[in-house]
């Protein structure tokens, strides 16, 4: 009996702990909605998105980063409030997903029951003080994007109602590039007449819709006294023909503009040069979006 007692007590021991031990709450959190902000200061242009995650916490704890939709069990009881923030993928990159310093985190306050489902459906808005920078392509005579002279190929505007590729959302266009073996390579920069004042150490981010064939780096031109520096950051890779569709990106332009000469003022660049191996290419971007504080 010596030796049987002690493992009927741990017998026992176990027993009380899965007994004592709760049921979950399930939270189940759906896909973001954006909607536009009434007491906005400048407008946000369409609100296209690629929310795809949340940063979620349930009172003061934070439970974890998830990819929606999701449902989530928490160890907890009781009203608590739960918060959820928007979380987008830094620079296309899906190990990096971070909150969106530009969107208002989304908040409830909910009675939490063991074994029952607390169900959300998040909505987001641009804050308020945010300001923007947008080509939206929807004025087909004035662009802001301006072919350089060395360019090869040039941007045109596309009527996206006639277009078998549609558009990322409602709008009447968006700008198209076609690169060929004799036309292989596009260079462009945003209007220099509507220069980007961007501020050191604040969070400032490029968001762009794109549908492309032949990859497109994105840079950022930083215009000083010292000179001119183009700063290539972020590179959209192809994607095949038969599977081609509408993205979105978010680009971080934060680093860049805190390593640029004090005083500089900013342009956006864009770069694309006919893939090897390929006797044509095409790259279709809308929504280019600087957004900033």
């Not at 169900?119 to 929807?138: A, C, G, H, M, Q």
């Not at 709008?171 to 292989?184: A, Q």
Request: proline share 6%; glycine share 6%.
């Amino acid at each position: 009996m010596k030796h049987i007692s002690p493992i009927f007590g741990l017998i026992f021991l176990l027993s009380s702990c899965i007994k004592n031990n709760p049921d979950p709450v399930w939270i189940k959190i759906n896909e973001w909605t954006l909607e536009a902000n009434p007491n906005a200061t400048t407008p946000a242009g369409e609100l296209t998105e690629d929310i795809s995650d949340a940063w979620v916490f349930v009172g003061n704890e934070f439970i974890g980063v998830f990819e929606l939709p999701c449902e989530i069990p928490v160890i907890t009881n009781g009203t608590q409030a739960i918060r959820v923030y928007p979380t987008v993928l830094n620079n296309g990159i899906s190990a990096t997903k971070k909150i969106y310093p530009f969107l208002d985190f989304y908040e409830v306050t909910a009675d939490l029951v063991e074994n029952e489902t607390v169900t959300l459906d998040p909505v987001t808005r641009y804050k308020s003080n945010v300001n923007f920078w947008i080509e939206d392509f929807e004025n087909s005579t004035v662009i802001k994007i301006e072919n350089d002279p060395t360019s090869d190929a040039t941007i045109q505007v596309v009527d996206a109602t006639a277009s078998p590729i549609g558009q990322p959302s409602n709008g009447n266009g968006f700008g198209c590039i076609n690169l060929s073996e004799t036309v292989n390579r596009w260079i462009a920069y945003s209007d220099d007449s509507d220069v980007l004042n961007l501020t050191p150490g604040q969070d400032a981010y490029v968001e762009i819709d794109y549908h492309n064939t032949n990859r497109i780096t994105s840079g950022l031109l930083a215009v000083s006294p010292s000179g001119t520096i183009d700063n290539p950051n972020i590179q959209m890779n192809p994607q095949s023909e038969s599977e081609v569709v509408w993205k979105k990106i978010y680009i971080e332009l934060k680093e860049i503009v805190g390593g640029s000469d004090p005083g500089a003022y900013f342009q956006l660049s864009f770069l694309a040069v006919l893939d090897d191996e390929d006797a044509s290419g095409q790259i279709n971007i809308d929504n280019i979006k600087v957004v900033y504080y």
